[in-house]
C-alpha cells in the first residue's frame, strides 16, 4: 500500500475540515476565506497569517482545507532557502495560476511556513519580495507562525488576515492518538495514553512521533513503555509567560516562569517594563518594581560592555524574583501591551535612515563621523539654513547634493523655496562659460574664445569629414616632398 511506509503524522493527517481536532472553527474561517478570495476583488486583507504554538495544526489545517476545495498547494518552510532571488524564482512564479507539473490552469495556493523563521544573511529581502508577491499575486497565500508579535513580521501583518490557533489540550490530542493506535491495529493502555499525552506539552506533532517510535515491533503498549521519552522544554508566547510570572505563588514559581520562552532576554525586558505597573496598586508597590527593573537594566549594560555573560542569571534574577517580590497585590488579569519602546523605534526607523544619510553627507564635506556631523554640525546649519538667505542656502544644498527629506531636516517650512532656488541654479550653472587655468589669475581671456564669441575664427558650416580631408592633404604633400628631396640626394651621390 502507498501509505504503509509514510510517517503517521503525514499518512493520518487530516483530509478534511471535519476532521480537524481542537482548532476546527479557525480551519472553516480559513475555508471561508479561500473561498471568498478573488484576484480581481482589492481586498485589504490580501493573505492569510496562521498564528499559533507548534503542533497546533496550522499546517495540517492548510492541507485539509486545500484538499477539501481542490487546490494544489505550492509550500516553502525553513528548511528552503527564502532569500530576495529564492523568493523571485520560486514563490512569484508559484503566485500565478497554472500547475507546476502538467502546465495546465488548476487552483493553487502558496504556503509559507514558519514565516517569523526568515532572517540572517541567508534570508536576505526574503521578507521584503514576499510582501510585493503578495500585493500582485494571482493566487491565495498563506504565512503560518509561532509568534504574531514579532516585529519583523509588523509589515506583513498588515496586508494578512490573522487566524489564531490555539494550544491543544490534554483530550484532543488523546483522541487523536485512540484513532491512530486503532488505524495501526495497536492496543495501548490509558497510563501510557496519559504519559504521552503529558509528555507532548500540547504538541501535537511531538505526541504522534512519540507514538509511532513507541509502537514499533509492538501490538501492545503498556505505561513501561513510555520510559524511554524524555520530558521536552517547550517554547512559550511572552503571555503565558507573564502571566505565569505575576501569578506565581513562590518566589521558585517566579524565577522558573521564563523556562520555555524564546525571546531575546532584551525584548523580554522592555515587555516587563512596559506592561509591570498593572499589577502595582500603590505607589510604593510601583516604586519597588522599578527599582528591580532598575537593577536589571544596569546588569544588562555591564553584560553588553563587558561581555561578561555570566551576569546574566543576576539580571533575571532581578527580572523576574525581585519583580515578583515587590508585588503584594493577589494576581488580576490584564491586558498585556506590546512594548511602546519597540513600536516607535519601528515608527522612526525611515526617519532615523535619513537622519544618517545626512550625517554621512556632511561627515564627508566637514571630515567628522556621522555622529559628530548629527550632534554638533546640524544644530547650527538648522539656524543657518532655516533663518539665512535662501540663495546662500540653496548654494550650500546643490554644493552636498542633498535630497528633499534631508533638507527637510535643516529648512523646515523653507524647503519648498529652497528647492525652487537649487533648481534654478542647477538650470543656470551648466550655461556659465569657464575661464581657463592659466588665464584666470590674470583675469584675461584668450585671443581664441575671444574669436569664439565673435564668431571670427571657426566657420559654423564646416564638416568633421572635411577637415579629415584637408589634414590628409597635408600629410601627402609632406610625403611627396621628402621623396623627392631623397631622390635629389641620391642623384649626387651618384655624380
Known sequence: MVYENLPWIIKYRPKSVDDIVGNGSVAEGLLLWIKAWSPEVKLKEKAVLLVGPAGCGKTSSVYAVASELGYEIKEMNASDARNREAMETIARHSAFEGSLVTGTRVKRLLLIDEVDGIHGRE???????????????????????????DPKLRSLRNYCKI???????????????????????????????????????????AAINDLEMICVGRKLVAVGDTKVLSSRDREKEIFQTLKELFSAKTLKEAVFSVKGLDMDSGMFFNWIYENAHLHAESPKELVELYDSLAMADIFWCRIHRSQNWKLLTYFYDYLTGSVWASKAARYKWKKYQFPS???????SKAERRV????????????????????????????????????????????????????????????????????????????????????????????????SEEKGGKRKKGVKKSEKTEKKQERKRKAEKEERLTLDTFTKRKKV
Not at 125 to 147: H, M, Q, W, Y
Not at 180 to 185: A, T, W
Not at 400 to 419: F, M
Open 355 to 450: 537622519k544618517n544619510q545626512l550625517g554621512a553627507k556632511l561627515g564627508r564635506a566637514f571630515h567628522v563621523s556621522i555622529n559628530t556631523a548629527l550632534k554638533d554640525i546640524v544644530p547650527y546649519l538648522k539656524e543657518i539654513v532655516g533663518n539665512g538667505s535662501v540663495e546662500r542656502a540653496a548654494e550650500f544644498v546643490y554644493s552636498l547634493k542633498l535630497e528633499e527629506e534631508e533638507l527637510k531636516i535643516l529648512a523646515g517650512g523653507k524647503t519648498k523655496k529652497i528647492l525652487k532656488a537649487v533648481e534654478k541654479i542647477a538650470r543656470e550653472r551648466p550655461k556659465i562659460r569657464k575661464v581657463p587655468e592659466h588665464l584666470a589669475k590674470k583675469g584675461e581671456i584668450s585671443k581664441e574664445e575671444k
Open 123 to 149: 534570508d536576505r529581502g526574503g521578507l521584503s519580495e514576499l510582501l510585493k508577491i503578495i500585493k500582485d499575486s494571482r493566487v491565495p497565500i498563506i504565512c503560518t507562525a509561532n509568534d504574531a508579535w
Open 341 to 347: 519602546l519597540i513600536s516607535a523605534l519601528s515608527k
Open 163 to 205: 487566524l489564531k490557533f490555539r494550544r491543544l489540550g490534554p483530550p484532543s490530542i488523546k483522541k487523536i492518538l485512540k484513532r491512530i493506535c486503532e488505524g495501526e491495529g495497536v492496543k495501548i493502555t490509558e497510563n501510557a495514553l496519559d504519559q504521552i499525552v503529558e509528555n507532548c506539552g500540547g504538541d501535537l506533532r
